[in-house]
């Protein structure tokens, strides 16, 4: 098998909101540089995206919304569908830059689809607010849900999501809720302390397909240990007894504790963790397939580019040691762009990310998510929701 696909170019930097927008490309771009003078992404060939048609597009989006998205640029403000707003400012060749990301991610599916990889890579996608007719927290097109449905109609019948972003995965959850060839789970800040409101451990999936939509909703200053004790309490189970034949996962690094727009408080280290997590569940349960995107994170410099860089590497099988320093030349030359930033020196916060197993004696402030959400959906699975061995 040769080496796991890393999609990747330059042009993806072209989805940029503007002005002030957290949202911004940069993050992409010191990702990539960091893994390049880490020696991660040496010798790997990139896979050069195109944009994905109108077609791919309406896999899940309305012909409406996709024709409001073509002429924002030229109709000004009052567009519709959430477009022209603070959080989805209208801005040329948003259909071009939008459908390219989705072109991205379709991309990865595709080199997993033909057997030509396992896994795949891409740290541009991960819109995973964008919903059927409208644009929704920064996102235009839902590169993962059309991913998804792509799969669905190209041999695989049983897809798992994993969402670790800060946000709910609202629009994918949305896609698929009535759909029980997918399931979706999203960890995230409490739908009542953070936009966007959804995400509560009652939304289990529509007719016909309870219990495929899972959310386990933490509170606010929920650390490394305390995230992983709710994960591990919920999803290997789920993905034991579902058995998808790929997984994808969202790996939003807003759930940081710097990132300026949400209140977990994770780490660099919880991030690796992580990742090196999902990567052994897509070996285990998903016969070694794994579709990986990008999504939210808004500490631009000191957290985006090292968390999104341990993701490549743990993609790659290039494990990096968190005690890897960040390299000088990298540090000089943000250093010049940005002088008032801190930059950071090694590739770890320094964060314990030992986490004790659900089940103990003990009552952390994360086990009302894991029981409220174990209670919900695992008797759809056949599993015990109160028994820690399920
Ligand atoms: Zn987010």
């Not at 073509?70 to 519709?80: I, T, Y």
């Not at 991309?107 to 995973?128: D, F, W, Y």
């Not at 995230?188 to 939509?213: D, K, R, V």
């Not at 070694?288 to 860089?309: C, D, E, H, K, N």
Request: proline content about 8%; overall charge negative; charged content about 20%.
């Amino acid at each position: 098998m040769p080496h796991p696909a890393v999609v990747w170019d330059s042009a993806l930097l072209k989805y940029d909101l503007g002005g002030e927008h957290p949202f911004n490309p940069v993050r992409l771009e010191l990702t990539i540089r960091l893994a390049t003078e880490l020696g991660v992404l040496e010798d790997i060939p990139l896979l050069v995206p195109e944009p994905a048609s109108d077609d791919e597009l309406r896999r899940v989006h309305s012909d409406e919304y996709l024709a409001a998205v073509k002429q924002a640029p030229l109709a000004g403000w009052d567009v519709g569908h959430g477009l022209g707003t603070t959080d989805n400012p209208v801005f040329s060749d948003m259909h071009d830059a939008t459908a390219l990301v989705v072109g991205s991610t379709l991309l990865g599916a595709r080199a997993i689809a033909e057997g030509a990889t396992r896994r795949a890579v891409n740290i541009a996608g991960g819109l995973h607010h964008a919903m059927r007719d409208h644009a929704s927290g920064f996102c235009v097109y839902n590169d993962c849900a059309v991913a998804i449905s792509w799969l669905l109609d190209h041999g695989f019948e049983r897809i798992a999501y994993v969402d670790t972003d800060v946000h709910h995965g609202d629009g994918v959850q949305t896609a698929f809720y009535s759909d029980p060839r997918v399931l979706t789970v999203s960890l995230h800040q409490h739908p009542f302390t953070l936009w966007p409101g959804t995400g509560y451990s009652a939304e289990t999936g529509g007719p016909g397909a309870e219990g495929t939509a899972v959310n386990i909703p933490l509170p606010p200053g929920t650390r490394d240990p305390g995230w992983l004790r709710a994960f591990h309490a919920v999803v290997p189970s789920l993905l034991a007894e579902f058995r998808p034949q790929v997984l994808v996962t969202q790996c939003g690094v807003d759930s940081h504790e710097e990132d300026p727009l949400a209140d977990l408080s994770l780490s660099v280290d919880g991030h690796r963790t992580i990742y090196r997590t999902l990567r052994a569940l897509a070996e285990e349960h998903a016969e070694g397939r794994w579709l990986a995107v990008g999504g939210g994170g808004y500490q631009l410099i000191r957290v985006v580019p090292r968390s999104w860089t341990h993701l490549l590497a743990t993609v790659l099988d290039r494990d990096l040691d968190p005690g890897t320093p960040v390299p000088p030349g990298w540090r000089t030359s943000v250093g010049r762009a940005a002088p008032n930033a801190e930059l950071p020196l090694k590739m770890t916060d320094g964060a314990e990310t030992e986490y004790r197993a659900w089940g103990d004696e003990r009552d952390e402030p994360v086990d009302v998510a894991v029981r409220d959400t174990r209670r919900a959906v695992f008797p759809a699975h056949g599993l015990d929701p109160d028994d820690p061995r399920d």
